[in-house]
C-alpha cells in the first residue's frame, strides 16, 4: 500500500513537498508516478521517475517547476512544487509499477490514497 502525504493550502507562488512511502515493502524495485485529479477532470499525469532515477518524466504543464525525487534508502519518492499555480490545484496521488515510467495510469498496478492540493489566489 503506497501513501502520499503532505498536501495543503498554499498561496500561488508557494511551494509543497509530497511525500510517498510504502508500507511494507521497499520502493527500490519500482517505477513511480505522480498523478493528479481536480474536481470535475480526469485524472492526468504529473510526474515519473524510473526506479534508479536515471529517468524522469514531467507534464509540460508542470516541466520547470516540479522536481520528482527519490531516496531508495528510505523508500520514498517526493514531489517538490514550487512556483504553484491555482490549476494546480487537485487531488494528488503517487503509484507504482514494476516496469519503466509511464504516463498512462493503468500502467500502474498500486496506487496510494490522494493527497489534497489546493492553491490560492
Known amino acids: 500500500q503506497l501513501q502520499a502525504s503532505g498536501g495543503g493550502l498554499v498561496q500561488a507562488g508557494g511551494s509543497l513537498r509530497l511525500s510517498c512511502a510504502a508500507s511494507?515493502?521497499?520502493?527500490?524495485?519500482?517505477?513511480v508516478g505522480w498523478f493528479r485529479q481536480a474536481p470535475g477532470k480526469e485524472r492526468e499525469f504529473v510526474a515519473a521517475?524510473?526506479?534508479?532515477?536515471?529517468?524522469?518524466d514531467y507534464a509540460d504543464s508542470v516541466k520547470g517547476r516540479f522536481t520528482i525525487s527519490r531516496d531508495n534508502t528510505r523508500s520514498t519518492v517526493t514531489l517538490q512544487m514550487n512556483s504553484l499555480k491555482p490549476e494546480d490545484t487537485a487531488d494528488y496521488y503517487c503509484?507504482?509499477?514494476?516496469?519503466?515510467?509511464?504516463?498512462?495510469?493503468?500502467?500502474?498496478?498500486?496506487w496510494g490514497q490522494g493527497t489534497q492540493v489546493t492553491v490560492s489566489s
Open positions: 503509484a507504482a509499477r514494476l516496469f519503466g515510467l509511464a504516463r498512462i495510469s493503468d500502467a500502474y498496478d498500486r
Open positions: 511494507g515493502r521497499t520502493l527500490r524495485n519500482y517505477a
Open positions: 521517475c524510473s526506479q534508479n532515477s536515471g529517468s524522469t
